[in-house]
C-alpha cells in the first residue's frame, strides 16, 4: 500500500487540531527528542495529512543513521504526494550516502598512515578534499576546491588596515547596525580590506550566484565602503548543496566579495593571509596550508577560519584542529582568527600563534564564558579592526555604537 493511499485512510481518522498545532507540537517533541517517541514520530510521517509536518519529521530524523530512518526516506522520496516532502527525502538520501563514502575514504587513509605508505597516503591526500566536502553534503566542482597561486590583493604598502566580521548572515536589525558601525568607521580609518569569518548566509547558504539573497543581504550594506572582502566559509554555509559554487561564483559579478577557491592565500601589504575552510577540513588542505607557510616570506602571517582551535564559548576547542591545525600553525603563523562561538574571545598565545574570536556580526549574541586561557572575554555585537604595520598588529573590538570594548596588540 503506497504513501497516498495511506494518507486517504488517515483522513478519515485525521485529529481534530489544525496543521499549525500539529507543526508546533512535532516541533516541540523533536526538541525533546528521545527514543521513547522515535516510532511515533516515523508513523506520524507515513501518515499526516499536511506535507510540512511531514517535511519536518524526516529532515530532522535524517540525523539518525538508522535502518528505519532509511526505509521512510526511501518511502517518501518514491511515493510522497508532495514533490516537496519527496525532494526533501531524496536530499537527505543523498547525504547519508555521501557520508558512508566519505567514511570508507577516511577508512583507506588510515590504513595508508598505519602501513606507512607514503606513496599511497600522498595520492589519497591529493584527493581527501573532494570526498571532505561530498560527506559535508556539497556538490562543489573539484576544480573549485584547488587553491590558486597566492595572489597580491592589495599592492606593497607599509602599513595596511582591515575589517573582520563572522557569524552575521541572518538578516535583521543586528546585522544592518554592525555593518553601518563597520562602514561609519571605516569613513573615519579607511580599511584597505576585509574578511569573513564564516556563516556568511544563515543557515543554509545561498542557492547560486543568482540568489537573490546577495542584493539586500551583501551588496546593499557590505560593497558601500568600496573594498574587496575575502569570504571564508562556517557551516551554516554549507547547507546547501550549491551553495559554496555560488559564493565562489559570485566573485565574478560583485564589486566587493572575493572567494577565489574553498580555500586559498593572498599578500597586501606586510601580510600574507590564509583562508581555510573548517567545516570540511582535510588533509589536501593541512598539506597546502604547511607548504604555503614554509615558503612564505611575508613580516605577518594571519590564518583565518571558521571554526575555533581553542575555546570556552558554548561549542568549545575543535579537536580535529588542534591535532591537525595547531602544529602547522605553530612558530610560524602570528594570528588565527575565528568565529562561530557568538562571543568575544582574546585567548593565550602559544608557540607564538595568537587566537582571536570575533564577535557576532549578526546572529545571535551568546553570554561569555572564560577558561584558563582567557585573556579577555565579553559578549555584543560587533566587528574586529585590525592596523598592521611591520612592527605590530593592533587589534580592536568594536560595537555596534562605534566604541572600542577591547584593544591589544601583537608585536
Known amino acids: 500500500m503506497n504513501l497516498t493511499i495511506i494518507l486517504a485512510l488517515f483522513l478519515l481518522q485525521v485529529p481534530q487540531d489544525s496543521p499549525k498545532e ?36 524526516l529532515d530532522r530524523l535524517s540525523r539518525l543513521r538508522l535502518p528505519a530512518v532509511r526505509e521512510a526516506l526511501e518511502r517518501h522520496a518514491a511515493t510522497d504526494p508532495d514533490p516537496q516532502v519527496a525532494l526533501v527525502a531524496l536530499e537527505r538520501l543523498r547525504l547519508q550516502q555521501a557520508q558512508e563514502l566519505g567514511l570508507l575514504f577516511e577508512k583507506r587513509l588510515a590504513l595508508a598512515h598505519t602501513q606507512k605508505d607514503d606513496k599511497v597516503i600522498e595520492a589519497l591526500t591529493a584527493q581527501h578534499q573532494r570526498w571532505v566536502t561530498l560527506a559535508r553534503g556539497a556538490t562543489l566542482p573539484a576544480f573549485l576546491q584547488v587553491a590558486p597561486p597566492v595572489f597580491e590583493a592589495i599592492p606593497s604598502k607599509l602599513s595596511i588596515r582591515v575589517l573582520a566580521f563572522g557569524d552575521f548572515g541572518e538578516p535583521g536589525p543586528n546585522q544592518r547596525k554592525v555593518a553601518a558601525a563597520a562602514e561609519a568607521y571605516h569613513w573615519g580609518k579607511r580599511f584597505d580590506l576585509g574578511l569573513t569569518l564564516g556563516d556568511n548566509f544563515v543557515p543554509d547558504g545561498v542557492t547560486g550566484p543568482a540568489d537573490p539573497r546577495w542584493k539586500g543581504e551583501w551588496e546593499e550594506i557590505y560593497s558601500p565602503p568600496g573594498i574587496p572582502i575575502f569570504a571564508s566559509t562556517g557551516n551554516h554555509d554549507w547547507g546547501y548543496a550549491d551553495s559554496l559554487a555560488g559564493e565562489i561564483l559570485y566573485s565574478r559579478q560583485s564589486p566587493s566579495w572575493r572567494m577565489p577557491a574553498l580555500y586559498y592565500s593572498f599578500t597586501a601589504g606586510p601580510v600574507q593571509f590564509f583562508a581555510i575552510a573548517t567545516q570540511a577540513w582535510s588533509e589536501t588542505q593541512a598539506k597546502w596550508l604547511d607548504q604555503e607557510l614554509a615558503r612564505s616570506s611575508a613580516r605577518w602571517k ?16 575543535t579537536s580535529q584542529l588542534q591535532q591537525s591545525l595547531l602544529p602547522i600553525l605553530k612558530n610560524r603563523a602570528h594570528l588565527y582568527l575565528f568565529g562561530h562561538e557568538h562571543i568575544v574571545q582574546e585567548l593565550k598565545p602559544e608557540d607564538g600563534v595568537h587566537f582571536l574570536d570575533s564577535p557576532a ?51
Open 302 to 317: 594571519i590564518v583565518y577560519g571558521h571554526h575555533p582551535i581553542y575555546s570556552y564559548g558554548p561549542h568549545g576547542p
Open 22 to 57: 500539529r507543526l508546533a507540537a512535532v516541533q516541540q517533541k523533536l526538541r525533546q527528542f528521545d527514543q521513547a517517541i522515535f516510532s511515533e514520530l516515523l508513523e506520524q510521517a507515513d501518515k499526516d495529512p499536511d506535507p510540512a509536518v511531514r517535511r519536518v519529521i
Open 361 to 411: 556580526g549578526g546572529q545571535a549574541a551568546r553570554p561569555a564564558k572564560s577558561g584558563p586561557l582567557t585573556l579577555f572575554a565579553d559578549s555584543f555585537f560587533g566587528f574586529v579592526a585590525l592596523e598592521i604595520d611591520k612592527e605590530r598588529i593592533k587589534v580592536e573590538f568594536v560595537d555596534t555604537e562605534g566604541k572600542v570594548r577591547h584593544q591589544t596588540e601583537i608585536k
